[in-house]
C-alpha cells in the first residue's frame, strides 16, 4: 500500500525542485540519523545535544519528526508538499532512501523525490482535505483524504484535476468541513484564505474578476477603470495615481482568472503592450512559471501578483472595498486564541 506523506518545509524552493529532493530542516543536527540507528531515545539525545537550549516537549516532536522521515518513509511513497509563498501544493514520489548531505549548509536531511505535479491550486481540493495537510508537523501521515492528492498525481492533466478529485470525494467527505478539529489561529487564517480564493474563482465570472481587480486597485488607492471586454489586446484594467489620468506612470494591468500556472507567453504579451515610462501588473488566481519569473526579475516595470499575494490585497483593504464586493466575500474581524496558547 503507498503511504501518503505530509511535508512543510518553509525552505521549499526551486533548489529542491531542480536537485529532486525533498528534506525537513534541522540542520542543526549536523550528523547522520543512520548514527543514531533510527531510534527515538537516540533521536532525542541527538537533538539535545544539537539544541539545548529547546524544551523536552519540542525535542520529543522532533524526534519523531525525524524517524517518520528517515526510518518510516520508503521508496514508492507520495510526497504532498504545500509551498506557503504562492499557497499551491507540490506531489511527488519519493525514488531513494534517506541521505545526509554533510556539506551542504542547508537541506542536509533528504529524500530524493521525482516531482510529478508543481503549483497545484489549493483549490482543487476538498477543505477537510485541506485540513488535514494544515497540520502543525513538519512530517505527518494523510490518512484520512490521501485519495485526493493521489487522484492528481495520477491525472492525465491539468483541467483534469477538479474532475478527478471529485470522483473521490463523497459527500460524506465534503460535509466533514463541518465537524473539524478544534480551531487553531493557524487553520481560522488558512481557511478565511481559501474562502476568499474560491469565492474570487467561483463567484465571479472572468469580466467580474476584471471589475473586482480594478476596486481592489481603488481600494489601494489608485483610480483604475477596466478596458472594454475582449478587445483589450492582454490591458484588461488601465490604472494610474493621477486622478484625471493624464501624468505619468501609467499601469497597465492584465487579469487571468485562472488558477492554473502562468508561463512566459501571456506575461510576454503584457510586457509587449508598453510604451515610454509604462509600468504593467499582471494579476491571477494561480501561480508563474519559472520562465515567467524570470522575466519579472529583469523587468523593474513588471510586478505578478499571484493567488495567494491577490488573497493577502484582499485582506488588508477590505473594509475600503465597495459593498458590492464585500457582500460577495462576507468577512469579519474576530480575535482567536493563538496556537502558542498552551505550548
Request: aromatic share 8%; hydrophobic share 40%.
Amino acid at each position: 500500500m503507498t503511504n501518503v506523506w505530509g511535508v512543510h518545509n518553509d525552505r521549499f524552493n526551486i533548489e529542491l525542485v531542480d536537485d529532486g529532493f525533498i528534506s525537513v530542516g534541522y540542520d542543526e543536527m549536523n550528523r547522520s540519523l543512520g548514527e543514531v540507528d533510527f531510534e527515538r531515545e537516540a533521536l532525542k539525545s541527538a537533538l539535545t545535544a544539537a539544541m539545548p537550549d529547546e524544551k523536552p516537549r519540542a525535542i520529543a516532536g522532533w524526534a519523531g519528526v525525524l524517524l517518520r522521515f528517515g526510518a518510516e518513509m520508503a521508496e514508492g511513497d507520495v510526497i504532498v508538499a504545500p509551498y506557503r509563498p504562492d499557497s499551491t501544493i507540490n506531489i511527488g514520489v519519493v525514488t531513494g532512501p534517506y541521505e545526509f548531505h554533510a556539506a551542504e549548509p542547508t537541506h542536509r536531511h533528504r529524500r530524493k523525490v521525482r516531482w510529478e505535479r508543481l503549483g497545484v491550486s489549493r483549490t482543487v481540493f476538498t477543505q477537510p482535505a485541506l485540513y488535514e495537510i494544515g497540520s502543525l508537523l513538519t512530517v505527518f501521515g494523510i490518512r484520512k483524504h490521501p485519495q485526493e492528492f493521489l487522484a492528481v498525481l495520477h491525472a492525465g492533466s491539468e483541467d483534469q484535476f477538479e474532475e478527478a478529485v471529485s470522483q473521490v470525494a463523497t459527500p460524506e467527505v465534503v460535509s466533514e468541513a463541518a465537524a473539524a478539529d478544534e480551531p487553531r489561529a493557524s487553520r481560522i487564517d488558512r481557511h478565511t484564505r481559501d474562502f476568499v480564493l474560491e469565492a474570487l474563482k467561483s463567484d465571479l465570472s472572468h469580466r467580474e474578476f476584471e471589475d473586482f481587480t480594478a476596486d481592489l486597485l481603488r481600494a489601494m488607492g489608485y483610480q483604475a477603470r477596466v478596458t472594454q471586454y475582449s478587445q483589450d489586446g492582454g490591458v484588461d484594467i488601465i490604472a494610474h495615481r493621477d486622478p484625471l489620468g493624464v501624468e505619468p506612470p501609467l499601469i497597465k494591468v492584465q487579469c487571468k482568472h485562472l488558477t492554473g500556472t502562468i508561463g512566459a507567453p501571456d506575461v510576454q504579451q503584457l510586457v509587449g503592450t508598453l510604451g515610454h515610462n509604462e509600468l504593467s501588473l499582471f494579476v491571477t488566481l494561480g501561480a508563474y512559471s519559472r520562465d515567467a519569473q524570470a522575466i519579472e526579475r529583469v523587468r523593474p516595470t513588471l510586478r505578478l501578483i499571484n493567488g495567494e499575494e491577490l488573497v493577502d490585497l484582499v485582506l488588508r483593504h477590505y473594509t475600503d472595498l465597495s459593498q458590492k464586493w464585500r457582500l460577495r466575500i462576507p468577512l469579519t474581524p474576530v480575535l482567536v486564541v493563538d496556537d502558542s496558547a498552551g505550548q
